[in-house]
């Protein structure tokens, strides 16, 4: 993966088969954020990871078959936990995150292609999981838990690049030119500053009801230079609802995004900059009757430790 492409052409016939096969219906989960602010559903089973190879030479763009062996037995149990996150979904393999296999599917929307793209994050999790066999320094440890760590994002695309008739590569619809401020601090201390966490706050505020706090769930957020939106419902019938949503969201801010950059790279984000205030006066009413039931609630877990809960409630 580049920063404006993502190679698609590696992926597995029978992990693809297996997820064809995915279930009909919906089974019961929850949707958290950790106390570190990452998202996980929890299903109402537990779910066995085996030990995973760590290490993947990126010059090599073919997965090992053990591998992709031991993705096949985890794939297997959460299409019976939760077979609508999977339904139309198409595996692909990205040698610089093993850990963390990638699942997407293309649609189009008038003349527009969005990716949606979903990463399960596999790594080991001392706070949410259970050690079966410990790991080493090239295997990941074996374990169990109910928590499933994942993110899923649909992103505008610019282009679809095809080889022998199918999908080889996708560009990005890149809308933002730089999220680069500068630098703070001196010598080994020195920080980059990048404005993509205010660019998020900016689009999430302005397409959200006003007043209404989501945190840590950003819906639109900055990602791969582009207006993204973050899925937390996850079936298909819920992808294709978000569709339109970004849609509208991104046809209105492409245009004044060099004006939302501007007003961004000497400040951070607030709610009375004079740009995002113009923007708020022009948002329909309409655009804000998804979001009216969503609450995020915060609660210690049985560790004394803080989480967050999604919930949809009637408005």
């Not at 320094?137 to 760590?149: F, I, Q, V």
């Amino acid at each position: 993966m580049t920063a404006n492409r993502i190679q698609t052409g590696v992926s597995d016939p029978a992990l693809n088969a297996l997820l064809a096969r995915s279930p009909e219906g919906e089974r019961p989960l929850s949707r958290h954020f950790s106390q570190t602010e990452e998202f996980f559903v929890r299903t109402q089973d537990e779910y066995g990871v085996p030990r995973l190879a760590i290490h993947h030479d990126v010059r090599r763009p073919e997965p090992d078959p053990g591998y992709l062996a031991r993705l096949g037995e985890v794939l297997s149990q959460l299409l019976q936990l939760v077979p609508q996150l999977w339904r139309g979904l198409t595996y692909l393999f990205d040698p610089a995150e093993v850990l963390r296999p990638s699942f997407f599917q293309l649609h189009r929307l008038g003349e527009r292609r969005y990716l949606y793209l979903l990463r399960l994050d596999l790594a080991y999790r001392p706070q949410s999981h259970r050690v079966l066999e410990r790991g080493d320094n090239d295997l990941s440890p074996a374990y169990s838990t109910r928590e499933m760590y994942l993110e899923s994002f649909l992103i505008p695309l610019q282009g679809v690049e095809t080889e022998n008739g199918r999908v080889d590569g996708l560009l990005i619809d890149q809308a933002i030119s730089n999220t680069w401020v500068g630098e703070t601090g001196r010598g080994y201390f020195v920080q980059g500053i990048w404005m993509d966490n205010d660019l998020t706050r900016f689009f999430s505020r302005l397409l959200l009801p006003a007043g209404q706090r989501t945190y840590p769930y950003f819906p639109y957020l900055c990602r791969y230079r582009t207006l993204c939106r973050s899925l937390v419902r996850f079936s298909a019938e819920e992808r294709e609802a978000a569709l339109p949503q970004l849609d509208r969201a991104y046809g209105f801010l492409k245009p004044v995004m060099g004006r939302v950059e501007s007003a961004l790279k000497g400040q951070e984000f607030s709610e009375d900059n004079p740009v995002f205030r113009e923007l708020k006066s022009r948002i329909p009413e309409s655009w804000y009757l998804p979001w009216e039931g969503l609450r995020v609630e915060a609660y210690l877990n049985e560790y004394d430790h803080k989480e967050y809960r999604i919930e949809d409630r009637a408005p």
